[in-house]
């Protein structure tokens, strides 16, 4: 059997793992940016303050 | 009790936090990992060929959403009565990460149902009420941003979270009592073959492990967010 044809369900089985891995990439890109970004903020403040 | 509430203060969050990060966030990687490798090398299924392979991304994502939404109504539940503002903080950074996963379940549910089913969609009791609990999470956290006073928002998101509950069993129990297109339970039941079972199992730790590193991440943020607020403020 061909491991991309997926016995037939190909055009099912990639788009739910493509769907997962976006989603799931999308949210840890969003979260460390977000992290990075008032991380950044934060220590621009106290610099600022001191 | 004592514990928890010890953990809960912001500046021992930070502390233990970012040190279970690392760790967690190797877990995660090496859990899906794995999990993929098992998932792939699956044999056909009898009754459904290779679709069963949607299930190592389906489940774990459906599986999530409704943890994500229980720790939102335990936070929630804490925030009200205790009135503990890490609560709050812990209960807000869940519900992002919740609506996705709810979203990727509702999204490969409908690719597996298609071939399966004949059908994208059916509203059935357990498609609805997995539906409804997108609008719950996406309700929530329009109220955080809706209301402007940090407190009364959360008390109205603590409130809104508690009563959303109610779906979690609604959505687990909506099998047994509704008809419905869905399969019932067949894990904890034992039905599913081990073959299945353990590549399965693994995809389910690596999403609980992704949804415990975002989530911690994002309550950082949203600590020095606060932090940086009351700098601004003029705070100490």
């Known amino acids: ?8 369900y190909a055009a099912y089985v990639w788009p739910a793992y493509g769907v ?23 220590k621009a403040l106290e610099e600022r303050k001191t | 009790m004592q514990l928890l509430f010890r953990y809960a203060n912001p500046h021992a969050f930070m502390r233990l936090s970012g040190a279970l990060l690392p760790f967690t966030a190797a877990a995660t990687i090496l859990l899906i990992a794995i999990g993929l490798y098992l998932g792939f090398t699956v044999p056909p299924d009898y009754q459904q060929g290779m679709t069963v392979t949607m299930m190592f991304v389906h489940v774990p994502a459906a599986t999530m959403a409704e943890l994500a939404y229980g720790v939102i109504a335990v ?31 509702l999204i490969t549910g409908s690719l597996w149902g298609r071939p399966m089913w004949g059908t994208w969609w059916q509203w059935d009791g357990r498609l609805t009420s997995f539906l409804l609990l997108l609008f719950v999470y996406l309700g929530y956290m329009a109220l ?3 209301i402007e006073d940090e407190t009364r928002a959360a008390r109205a998101a603590a409130i809104l979270g ?11 129990f909506s099998v047994d009592w509704w008809t419905t297109l869905h399969q019932g339970e067949s894990i904890i039941s034992g039905k599913l073959a081990p073959v299945f079972l353990w590549p399965l199992l693994v995809m389910m730790a690596g999403y609980a492990f992704l949804f415990v590193t975002l989530w911690m991440i994002a309550i950082r943020t949203e600590i020095l967010s606060r932090k940086a607020r009351t700098l601004m403020l003029g705070g100490p």
């Open chain 1, 1 to 8: 059997m061909n491991f991309w044809d997926m016995g037939g």
């Open chain 1, 20 to 42: 997962s891995a976006l989603g799931l990439g999308l949210a840890v890109l969003w979260t460390l940016k977000a992290y990075g970004a008032a991380k950044a903020r934060l």
């Open chain 2, 75 to 105: 936070a929630s539940f804490f925030s009200l009565v205790w009135r503990h503002p890490l609560s709050d903080v812990a209960a807000r950074a869940a519900a992002p990460y919740g609506a996705l996963f709810t979203a990727l379940g």
């Open chain 2, 144 to 146: 955080w941003n809706a």
């Open chain 2, 162 to 172: 508690l009563v959303g509950a109610v779906n979690i069993p609604i959505i687990k």
